[in-house]
């Protein structure tokens, strides 16, 4: 039997925090503040592994060239994280990062999370029955 079986979860979600809107403002000319829109040019996706850029791009590019409440791309940052998760990838996730908007450049960062097992107490079981 086994005396002790440990394991351990490594989970590398990143606790973050969504900018609020006045920080996400603040670097967007006042015409954009006014209108409470952000420009969007291009939106990059970083720290993907599992899924190719063409792949998260379908996701991204509807919402590309246009102006944007930061509600919207606030709903864009869950659609990627709902993709991983409804492909079973239930501890990875999307943020988005501290950054500047002056440029129109949006980065949306990607975690994917990981598990990490260690059993240990097999002095009285066979390692291949695990």
Known sequence: MISKIVAIIAFKIA???????????????STTIEKNLIKVREIKIEGNTVFDNSELEKIVAPFEHKELPLETILQLKDQLTEYYNSREYTNSGAFLPPQTLQ???ITIKIIEGTYEIKITGLNKLDEKYI
Do not use: Y
Not at 15 to 29: E, K
């Open 15 to 29: 606790v973050c925090t969504i900018m609020g809107q006045a920080t996400f403002a603040q670097v967007i000319d």
């Open 103 to 105: 440029d129109g450049d």
